[in-house]
């Protein structure tokens, strides 16, 4: 079908958004199967705009990037590699050397807190942020081994060691200036340098570094990351898929003898398969209950929407979880607390703050309210937008709270997974490599 638009590139956007797409959704075609092509990347970021005035929920499968200097390099030596005359391979040579100079100047930051508040740091990191003990596993070792050098004696228990010492930690000038701006301005009200630390803290734990590659990086596997960055999601939507598919028949578990044939397609091959007595998908069942664990469509669903947003945003569990967190160490222990318990302004207007200082949030000034077009990003709001949204979503979290439990740290919910829990943890230390607690996990 030819459908000739004669006022430009704008026309067609309309006429596929508002013709084609609900068309083919009213004849049970899903958004997952249409595709739409585009000659540039601006026709593809105007278009995903429209949708998102429309509600569409849309995928852009190319993005722009910076030709920073480092891509330029980079690009320089694949030139390099397959014309060497076409490039210098000592200019190529004298950036890397620039560069490795210019990270060892990183302009770095030195504060901390005393050594005697180290416990009740430590208890109100578990109790209202879930940690584990991995989270800062680094840093306390790390000053553990700065005084051990510097003449201190060795002592089992770390809250003793530290009693008479401070705690130092190293930031990045831009994190460091940032955290200084959110916690010295007129409107924070935490004075208990306990409490305040906390706030110091939370930008790392609550980084993507604690959750994955700190962790991984501690326990010396790879493998154990990879498979439940990359391979595990992929496991749980082949669950999902297979649910649907077989559901509406008979239940999951008991997939039968039925058989239809089927095609595998591996790029642009294709495997025919008879799949007699339905041996394909009951073995692909045995095999995701032999490395999933998990038994109910429920708890897949849950699992996979922890997952980071495929389009490259952080997901909406992600911020949950910081929104909720933060709310109740706010209410329960600081300046912040309403009797009543209500979601206040004030806390509200920290949360968004807070958000905004780790990037996941953009927050414009009140003078550009007037600016704001529909068409930019959700991410992007004025501080009283956020406020209402933040109060909204502490509401609906506190509901799923009570059906699910607290929310738990990116780290606990990893080693929470059924698949990972089946060891034994006497004589565990940061040591022991993944692959010994966790045997065969894929």
Known sequence: MFVVCEEGIEEQYDYCVGNIIPKYIKQGVSFEEIAII????????????ICEDKGIPYYIAKHEYDRSDIIIWLERCAGWVIDNISQSFENIFLFLGKQNSMAAEEEYQRTGFEGKDLKAIDTLLRTYFDASGWEFSELIQANRNYYIKQGASPHSDQYEFFKDKDIIIDYPIDLYTKLEDFTRNDEYLITDDRQDTIIWLLPDF???????????????????????????PDMLRLFRSMHELFTAQKPFDQLGVSSKP??????????ALDNEDNWFFQHLKEYLDTYLKEKTIEEVHTELSQYKARVGAKSDHTINRIITQLYHFLQEETPYHDPQGKKTDKICTFIARFLSLMGYITILPDEEEFNIRQKERKKS??????????RTKISDNLKWEETNGKFKSATNEILSHKSYKEYNSEGVTLDTPLSELFPKYW
Do not use: C, M, P
Request: proline share 0%; aromatic share 20%.
């Open 262 to 271: 089927l095609k595998i397609v591996y790029g642009n091959k294709e495997i």
């Open 381 to 390: 709001k004025i501080l009283k937008d956020w406020i209402a949204t933040i």
């Open 38 to 49: 585009v000659q540039y990347n601006k026709h593809a970021k105007e278009l995903g705009i």
């Open 206 to 232: 609550y980084s993507y570094n604690f959750a994955s590659s700190k962790l991984f990086e501690a326990t010396n596997d790879y493998g154990f990351w990879y498979f439940s960055e990359s391979v595990r």
